[in-house]
């Protein structure tokens, strides 16, 4: 599995593109971001699918 990866996210505020680095050692996670462009938390939950090997993520607002 992939610890490390770097992937772009877009906000789901304002629509700006945002380059994250998601941590997948510590297993599913669920945190925030605050978007560069208009400041507004982006909400990103982390799923590590260990039968696939693929990390899931889910980009969201709290609006």
Same mark, same amino acid.
Do not use: R, W
């Given at each position: 599995?992939?610890? !490390? /990866?770097?992937?772009?996210?877009? %906000?789901?505020?304002?629509? @700006?593109?945002?380059?994250?680095?998601?941590?997948?050692? *510590?297993?599913?996670?669920? !945190? /925030?971001?605050?978007?560069?462009? %208009?400041?507004?938390?982006? @909400?990103?939950?982390?799923?590590?699918?260990?039968?696939? *090997?693929?990390?899931?993520?889910?980009?969201?607002?709290?609006?």
């Amino acid at each position: 599995m992939i610890n !490390f /990866y770097q992937t772009e996210i877009t %906000c789901p505020s304002c629509g @700006h593109h945002t380059e994250v680095t998601l941590d997948a050692s *510590n297993g599913d996670q669920d !945190f /925030y971001e605050d978007c560069h462009q %208009c400041c507004n938390p982006i @909400h990103i939950q982390l799923h590590a699918n260990e039968l696939t *090997n693929k990390l899931e993520v889910n980009v969201s607002s709290d609006d």
